[in-house]
């Protein structure tokens, strides 16, 4: 920008005089070039999930997921909280798209509720359901925001729950492959890019496994889980290939995953070394199937008897290449190297580690640094998304009836540094969404841990947009730090 601009610029600011201080200060830093800047193009976006922010659980044909049910078990969600209301987002959403644009994002990441489309998971459609989304689609694109849509974010439709044991049969990959047929048929006009399924590891391991704590929250033995874990995979690898099948024009698809993230404890070849090592290890489960086609011998060796059955060709529609890779980063894990048969140690995390509100929400930037470095890496990816990053902060409203989470703004300016360090690296990041728009269930804690930019105020549905708002808008305006 020349002088002349610059000078625009700052009378406009100055000429604003309705503006508050701290808004004028805002927009007049926001004229100066970002010298942490990303690539023009980088998307900038939010995130939410339907059963966290939807609501309208019984609503023109929707029918129970197993979230549903489990909510309204006693003493599952802290104080009781289910997703019956939740922020009303199926009656709410027009304001909740304006808000987005206010905010200047080019990309939002939401979810398809299985139960409203098949509200018994499979047979017939309901159009109903599909038309909600078809309505939230259009107000997306006018206000020029690109649909980044998941398939399945753990809102099972309870009837597959009951009927075959939820993701413990077969059946439901079968199943999920042509909901995702009939989603890519009647919106591939309004959608391009596609996720078919958000972490694995939550809902198998915190559905099906030891102390589970989320829906179903059915506790199953180690040779359950693991086929579990397996028709998972099949399950993604099948919808991979439905809505390329289905889709009409061009369909790019991926996956968002909690990858289990690993970084060195100090920069140092070997310690890089060992969290290669490591990133391949904690993900064995699920991203090595997937991105390598084969199950390591060492996750086969340690379940012995237990290992899952699967078949060569399996592996093969699990692991076909994706469009791009979703990445869900919060934190990360410090190894260092060793003289042992795995080459690296977990470093145990001492008491006054630094964390958010969330008991497993340990700050550390770096992590979205490492995970994405790492996996170009190991695993060759060429095309990611941070599909979420963001954290719960003990919000409360002042007496002005502001928000100002400086935690939470601490916490999003030290990650995107360390974001914006990778990608000037040439770690093949291409896009970024805020988890999350809007206070929102959050799962087993209910409403009582708040990831939002925007403040929801359950009672009266009121949105009030965080101080971290404020924060992310002028990232997004100068596409990049200051
Ligand atoms: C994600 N961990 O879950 C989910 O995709 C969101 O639905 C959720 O609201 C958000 O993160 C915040 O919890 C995670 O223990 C849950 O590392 C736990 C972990 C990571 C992600």
Redesign the pocket.
Known sequence: MDRRDFLKTGSVAAAAGALMPAEVAVASAVAAPAPHAFPKGFVWGTAT?AY?VEGAWNEDGRLPSVWDTFSKIPGKVRNGDTGDVADDFYHRYKGDVALMKQLGVKGFRFSIAWPRVFPTGGGAPNPKGLDFYKRLLDELHAAAIEPYCTLF?WDLPQALEDKQGGWRSRDTALAFADYAAYCATNLSDRITNWMTI??FR?YIEGGYGNEPHHAPGIHNSRAVVAQTRHYALLAHGLAVQAIRAHAKGKARVGIAE?VHGAMPAIESAEHIRAAEIALRDFNEMYEVPMFEGKYPERYLNGLGADAPKFTAEELRIISAPLDFVGV?I??TQEVMAADNPDGYVRIPRPATYPRLM?D?LFYNPQAIYWTPKLMQKVWGIREMYIT?NGCSAADTMNAAGQVLDTDRINYLRNYLTQLQRGVSEGVPVKGYFL??MLDNF??AKGYAER?GITYVDFKTQKRTPKLSYEFYKTVIQRNGLA
Request: charged share 20%; no cysteine; glycine share 0%.
């Open positions: 999930a966290q974010h958000n972490e939550s909690d869900n919060y934190t969330a497993w979420e988890w999350s959050e799962w990831f």
